[in-house]
């Protein structure tokens, strides 16, 4: 650390941890960007910055001016807390030979000695101690100084607190974390080594039930991991809340832990108290490479968490649509109900997302299904007023009928019309949906499209989805040109003749002359069939 990183020190910082706090004193100032020396005179100010800047005659000066060396700011933090801090052993030595107090303790319990294990300063430790620092103080976590040294991957403090001045200093934090423990956390792969080379290495749990693999996975340190791994019996231990170190490599999304994790043998099917496994989170964030790993490891694609819902649910609910075409794709179960009694496709057609609704079609989800409420996805498509979707959901309808209908039977025609449910816009359409537009808004009378829709078997639900919207006395030319649309998406898929078909249910609901008018329009038009009617 540099010492011109080091000039906001004394900012009052907004974290919580020993790390954080010493990470970011030097960056962060307090909310109201206030300093903790305004409660000093002048002369001490100038007196603790001369501890910062290593301004040694500064500081003679005002020790001649009789400004109290232990001089503390609101903090607690003195002279000598800024000069070990800024890494200034010129200043350190002469506050020193001037007698200032070695273990005045901030109010985040910070001493000048800890200070130097946290920045791996082993001349001015080594000061401190001629001086007679307490070698075992704490801060207010419990850290002592070789926490503070396994923390950052000083061992030559290590070195020198366990050989020269042989302290027993593995103990636990408040947290119940020893060195080992942070040195993992923090992927210090030296530290890790040198610790185990004093047997201070441990399977042992923090408070949190965490190992020190866990924590090491939870915080992608591959290499600690993998010295780890190298006389790790525990691999598959549970935390508090029922994480493996392979769970927590999963949701942090290490990629090279949970391989190596694979590899190692990690029981994948261990799930902590949420049940939601390593896929769900995946799916929850939209995240399609772990997904990928996670899927060709075996994690099971339709495990439910404790509402109930499966990866794809969520995916879903996320509007992930790659993650749910990958899902889709890995045979998931897409007919899987939620604690609402919902499968994916309700909520896809809650959301209105025309893109995981035409995906979740394609992979014939069961549309018969019906939530808490009593509502198939076409029930909640007409709900929210979502029209798009509510006339993809019952051309799917349509066409899965007619497929079964004729699967043990009649061949499916091959046709070039391509298998969609979206709205239809391509040119090869365009005359056809021009005439279905036109007979909508000028031929056909309010009550003609549903007896249309009866006479093409259109079924009660259907027919009242599609008149759901009302925008006015007008609403029948609307709903009349949707379910004339939705009727020729089939006809079209099914390889019938538009014509022939159109003409017929014209007839039937006594509307012969529309009927041959309609035909001499239309027979001038090349359909994808290329049919007439004579």
């Not at 530290?191 to 915080?219: C, I, P």
Request: charged share 25%.
């Amino acid at each position: 650390m540099s010492k011109s990183n080091n000039s906001s020190w004394i900012m009052r910082p907004q974290i919580g941890s020993t790390k954080e706090w010493v990470e970011n004193i030097v960056k962060r100032p307090s909310r109201d960007g206030s300093s903790q020396m305004e409660i000093l005179l002048p002369a001490e100010k100038e007196f603790l910055n001369a501890a910062k800047n290593d301004d040694v005659i500064t500081l003679s000066r005002c020790l001649n001016q009789n400004v109290p060396i232990n001089i503390r700011t609101e903090l607690d933090r003195t002279a000598l807390h800024f000069a070990v801090v800024h890494m200034n052993e010129n200043a350190v030595a002469f506050l020193l030979k001037h007698n200032a107090v070695v273990d005045i303790k901030d109010k985040h319990g910070m001493n000048a000695f800890l200070l130097a294990a946290w920045f791996g300063l082993l001349n001015i430790l080594k000061m401190l101690v001629e001086k007679g620092a307490v070698r075992k103080a704490t801060n207010q976590e419990g850290m002592n100084a070789l926490h503070c040294a396994a923390q950052n991957n000083h061992v030559s403090i290590l070195q020198y607190l366990v050989k020269d001045l042989q302290l027993d200093l593995n103990k636990p934090t408040e947290k119940g974390k020893k060195p080992y423990h942070l040195a993992a956390e923090n992927g210090c792969l030296e530290m890790v080594a040198a610790l185990s080379e004093f047997k201070y290495n441990t399977q042992e749990k923090d408070k949190d039930g965490n190992t020190a693999l866990h924590l090491a996975a939870k915080n992608g340190h591959m290499a600690v991991l993998e010295e780890q791994l190298t006389e790790w019996n525990l691999i598959d231990e549970g935390n508090e809340e029922g994480e493996t170190a392979f769970y927590l490599a999963a949701i942090g999304d290490h990629q090279e832990c949970v391989t190596l994790l694979l590899e190692a043998g990690s029981d994948i099917t261990i799930f902590p108290k949420t049940n939601l496994s390593p896929l769900h989170i995946a799916a929850e964030r939209g995240d399609v490479s772990m997904a990928s790993v996670l899927i060709n490891a075996g994690i099971a694609c339709n495990d439910q968490n404790n509402k109930k819902e499966s990866p794809l649910h969520l995916a879903v609910n996320n509007r992930h649509t790659s993650v749910a075409q990958l899902l889709v794709e890995s045979s998931c179960d897409v007919n899987i109900l939620d604690e609402r009694n919902q499968n994916p496709l309700h909520l896809a057609a809650e959301l209105g997302r025309i893109d995981l609704v035409e995906l979740l079609l394609k992979a014939e989800t069961d549309l018969k299904q019906k939530d808490k409420q009593g509502k198939t996805p076409l029930g909640v498509a007409a709900r929210v007023n979502h029209i798009i979707i509510v006339d993809m959901i019952i051309k799917a309808e349509r066409y899965y009928a007619w497929k079964e209908e004729i699967q043990d039977s009649t061949p499916i025609p091959a046709g070039s019309y391509p298998l969609t449910f979206k709205p239809d816009h391509t040119t090869q359409t365009s005359q056809l949906r021009e005439a279905m537009w036109s007979m909508a808004n000028h031929n056909l009378k309010p009550k003609d499209w549903k007896k249309l829709a009866v006479q093409w078997n259109f079924t009660e639900e259907q027919i009242k989805g599609i008149g759901e919207q009302w925008t006015g006395t007008k609403s029948y030319k609307e709903h009349g040109h949707r379910m004339l649309l939705i009727w020729l998406h089939g006809i079209l898929l099914t390889g019938k003749n538009p014509v022939k078909d159109l003409y017929e249910g014209l007839i039937n609901i006594e509307q012969r002359n529309l009927a041959e008018k309609i035909r001499k329009e239309i027979n001038g038009v090349q359909s994808p069939q290329k049919c007439r009617v004579s």
